[in-house]
C-alpha cells in the first residue's frame, strides 16, 4: 500500500507558480508510475501530468505543456508538480496519484490504485 500526502495548494494570481508535492510512504515511488490529475467543480477529473516509473519519460495534457513540470525525488520518496504561469482555467483541486509497479504509465484516472486527498489551487484575475 502506498499513501499520498499532497500539499502547496493555495491561491496565486494570474501568471503566477505554485508548487504541489506529494510525499508518499509505505512504499518506495521509485517503482511506481506517477500522475497529477486535476477536477474543478462540476467537472471531471482531468489528466494533467504523468511520469513513467524509471522517471525516463514525462508527458503533459495539451493545456499544461511548457507551463507545468512534474518530477520526482525518490531520495525524498516526492513527487512534484511545479506550475508556472499560471491561468483562471488551472483553479481546481490537484491529485496526485500512483498506479502499480513497472506499470506502464497512463492517462487514465482508472489505471491509478492510489490517490491522495487533493490540494486545492485557485487562481485570481
Known amino acids: 500500500q502506498v499513501q499520498l500526502v499532497e500539499s502547496g495548494g493555495g491561491l496565486v494570481q494570474t501568471g503566477g507558480s505554485l508548487s504541489l508535492s506529494c510525499v508518499a510512504s509505505?512504499?518506495?515511488?521509485?517503482?511506481?508510475?506517477m500522475a497529477w490529475f486535476r477536477q474543478a467543480p462540476g467537472k471531471d477529473r482531468e489528466f494533467v501530468a504523468g511520469?513513467?516509473?524509471?522517471?525516463?519519460?514525462?508527458f503533459y495534457a495539451d493545456s499544461v505543456k511548457g507551463r507545468f513540470t512534474i518530477s520526482k525525488n525518490n531520495t525524498e520518496n516526492t513527487c512534484y508538480l511545479q506550475m508556472n504561469t499560471l491561468r483562471t482555467e488551472d483553479t481546481a483541486a490537484y491529485y496526485c496519484?500512483?498506479?502499480?509497479?513497472?506499470?506502464?504509465?497512463?492517462?487514465?484516472?482508472?489505471?491509478?490504485?492510489?490517490w491522495g486527498q487533493g490540494t486545492q489551487v485557485t487562481v485570481s484575475s
Open positions: 496519484a500512483a498506479q502499480l509497479p513497472f506499470h506502464s504509465a497512463s492517462r487514465a484516472p482508472s489505471a491509478y490504485q492510489y
Open positions: 509505505g512504499r518506495a515511488i521509485s517503482d511506481y508510475p
Open positions: 511520469m513513467s516509473w524509471s522517471g525516463g519519460s514525462t
